[in-house]
């Protein structure tokens, strides 16, 4: 839910930083990339001056992963006698480099935890030129109904700085809330809203109630209010008050105001939807939750998402500021699973003091407690046009955009109801130029072309009446085929399913299994899988998920090879493909299958296996993409308000829902299944022995267990594909 991009709340060196000269300053902006093995991470470096002379001084600045949009500050910096240092302790990241004779290069080796490699940096400015400077700060404490005032800036245009047109015109509003603090709102302005601020708006940037500097208590997700309690609030009150407020004391207004955001950001936004004041003329959900025990953040399908949780409620919930958990390790992988079960949380760390994590506790299976939270259920006919954003790689809330606009696909707000999804991952269409992703290149600058073409676009056609809109009502980036597509319906009409079998040694086909005896009714494939050696999400060191570490914000678009060779990992994959294959619409696992405990998980991955060899491109060669991939936990197999033990080796048939996708398995790439029983520690380990609540499960409940995946006749497993033809 935590939108980290440009996450620089103490770098308020940024406007003020980058104005000497190459030579021996290192001042400016340094980009690069890490090089390990066959791995490329891009980033940007923004040094400030020694403050104790030129050489022999620290220095001040950040660190920008631009496959992540992450940054952090840096610890360490210093030059002396052209030998640079910089250090991020959080992430375990080091670099020493050498200055060149002309002072626009840095070259050099990394360490992070166990990984290095080398990094050139290249000087790419020795100044900063910011949209942020044409804009005058104002802050406010704006009072809501009941008494409590919420922070507030409002950026106003300087006079004369715009277009003739847009210094005369008066301006709408644009408002975005959050629980994260906005020290940088400037940076923010300039890394992501550019093309939004040169088109002129009253940009506004509010903490919400409890967090950072305004009033109030905080809830984490607070529930929709009782529209029959006049005196109730909600983020949709605080959002309605604050416009109010707005409109009528900052002049030179329309009498608009539009509103968007970005994960927490977005789910406030459709907060704002439900009950919204008449001046709320355009909205912009992006990345938003939408059922936490469904999907998102907290669960997928009823299955615990634990270092997000665990990680997520430690930093939300320490005080008014985020405070990102200390492991004093650096992989994660192995603190989580020393900390055994859950319950040694509140016992070694949180005593009782974390009211998410004690809701967790409270509430294991879906009840009222996340259902009223769920805002499919509570979303209405949409009265504000609605931009929902979302990327194919999104690591926190891929669900959530497809949820919120099928819930809105109603008669009466269809109109007003549009989705876009690109090749990102969470937020990563906030900032950069978004053609590349972790070792993906996408033929084009997906993020430039979203800010400028589409949502600049919305923005100004519906709050300043610049138009035509001329857009689709829903576009999609096509992986694979790396092209914009325009619908106007999902799934696209032309689409039939056709399901992918599991069949003998490895392999799988579109051919149903045959009447033999290697497909017989007991034909299965089987493999043991042990919580005290669960299968990690993604390769280790798994470094934490905040604090700028790498990994997190990639994990999506990271290569499965690690997982295919574990023996608690079933594989099967096609032969190389003779034509396109176009997957268009919902995914679906159809899984048979059994196992020896009373409880199990069962996650299912889609993945895109590339030729081993692909010259225009060496390092994709033999690359598995994970194209979709979820878990379903056992217990909730016939209904998530009712967990139910599953009966020893008896074969159950799973459905896996894997989503909504738009993809091109080219020709000459094969398609590959893996099946597996843990996703360790993004999923907490299933006891694999049934008990009422895995939160109180004891050390004792956690054994291993044999899991058996049948592929036969009258058991055929397969992955329900919508294919576009």
């Known amino acids: 839910m935590k939108r980290l991009l440009y996450a620089l709340a103490t770098i308020l060196t940024f406007q ?35 403050r104790t002379g030129a050489n022999g001084g620290a220095s001040g600045g950040a660190m920008v992963n631009l496959e992540s949009g992450t940054g952090s500050n840096l610890d360490l910096i210093t030059l002396a006698n052209g030998k640079v240092r910089l250090e991020l302790k959080s992430a375990g990241f080091r670099f020493d480099g050498t200055l060149s004779a002309s002072g626009n290069e840095i070259k050099g080796k990394f360490t992070q ?70 020290d940088s709102a400037a940076v923010d302005i300039d890394a992501g809203m550019s093309e939004l601020a040169r ?23 607070r529930p929709a209010r009782n529209t029959k309690d006049d005196h109730s609030i909600d983020e949709g009150t605080d959002t309605y008050d604050t416009i109010a407020w707005l409109l009528k004391n ?94 040694q949380a509140n016992a070694r760390y949180f005593d009782g003091q974390r009211p998410t994590w004690n809701n967790f506790i409270a509430h294991p299976d879906y009840d009222e407690f996340w259902k009223s939270q769920a805002v499919q259920r509570i979303v209405r006919a949409a009265k504000v046009p609605n931009l929902n954003v979302g990327g194919w790689f999104d690591q926190e809330d891929f669900a959530g955009p497809w949820r919120i606009f099928a819930a809105s696909e109603t008669p009466e707000s269809r109109q007003y109801n549009y989705l876009v999804e690109g090749p990102w991952n969470h937020g990563g269409w906030f900032s950069g130029a978004g053609r590349t992703l972790k070792n993906l290149d996408f033929g084009s600058n997906t993020g430039d072309y979203f800010r400028k073409n589409i949502q600049a676009r919305w923005f100004a056609y519906w709050l300043k009446g610049q138009g035509p809109l001329n857009l689709s009502r829903i576009e999609l980036f096509q992986t694979g085929s790396n092209e914009w597509k325009a619908y ?38 089987t493999y043991i899988s042990d919580p ?36 608690d990992v079933a594989v099967w994959q096609t032969k190389p493909l003779e034509s396109d294959v176009t997957v268009a619409g919902d995914v679906i696992a159809d ?38 991939a979820d878990v379903l936990r056992g217990r909730f197999r016939n209904r998530f308000e009712k967990p139910e033990p599953v009966t020893p080796n008896d074969p159950v048939e799973y459905r896996v829902d894997l989503l909504s996708h738009d993809h091109v398995f080219r020709k000459g790439h094969r398609i590959m299944i893996q099946v597996q029983s843990s996703w360790f520690p993004i999923i907490d380990r299933n006891p694999q022995k049934f008990v009422p609540n895995i939160f109180e499960a004891k050390e004792s409940d956690f054994q291993a267990a044999t899991q058996r995946v049948f592929r036969s006749r009258t058991r055929p497993s397969a992955v329900i594909l919508p294919v576009l033809h």
């Open 199 to 221: 088109d002129g708006y009253f940009l506004v940037f509010q903490d919400i109630r409890g967090r950072y500097k305004s009033e109030g208590q905080f809830v984490l997700q």
């Open 591 to 628: 899984l048979f299958a059994s196992t020896s405990g009373t409880d199990s998980d069962w996650i299912v991955k889609l993945i895109d296996v590339y030729p081993t060899s692909v010259p225009e491109d060496p390092p994709m060669g033999g690359y598995e993409l994970m194209i979709a």
């Open 16 to 50: 003020s930083l980058l104005a000497q000269t190459p030579g021996s300053s290192i001042d400016g902006v340094w980009q690069g990339a890490l090089l390990f093995g066959q791995g490329k991470v891009r980033v940007i470096f923004y040094l400030s001056q020694p």
């Open 488 to 525: 106007d319906q999902w799934p696209p009409s032309g689409v039939q399913e056709r399901r992918l079998y599991l069949h003998a040694t490895g392999e799988a086909s579109f051919e149903p299994p045959a009447e033999s005896p290697a497909e017989s009714n007991d034909a299965f494939d």
């Open 532 to 567: 005290h050696r669960p299968v990690p999400y993604r390769e280790r060191p798994i470094p934490e998920t905040y604090g700028g570490s790498p990994g997190w914000s990639t994990w999506h678009a990271d290569d499965q090879r690690f997982a295919e060779s574990r023996p």
């Open 250 to 343: 900052i002049s030179g207004n329309n009498g608009r105001a539009g509103i968007l955001g970005i994960s927490y950001g977005g789910w406030l936004t459709e907060m704002a939807l439900i009950e919204p004041h008449p001046a709320l003329k355009a909205a912009s959900e992006q990345a938003s939750p939408a059922d936490m025990f469904l999907g998102d953040d907290f669960h997928h399908n009823g299955a615990f998402r634990l270092s997000y949780g665990f990680e997520y409620a430690a930093m939300m919930e320490t005080g008014k500021t985020n405070k990102t958990f200390e492991f004093k390790q650096f992989d994660t992988y192995d603190w989580y699973l020393k900390l055994g079960p859950l319950s």
């Open 113 to 182: 935890g166990e990984t290095s490699g080398d990094l050139t940096l290249t000087r790419n400015s020795a100044s900063h030129s910011s949209v942020a400077d044409e804009y005058q700060k104002h802050e406010y404490m704006i009072p809501m109904r009941d008494g409590v005032h919420l922070h507030t800036i409002v950026f106003s245009p300087k006079p004369g700085v715009f277009s003739p047109k847009s210094r005369k015109e008066t301006l709408p509003f644009l408002i975005e809330r959050s629980p994260y603090g906005w």
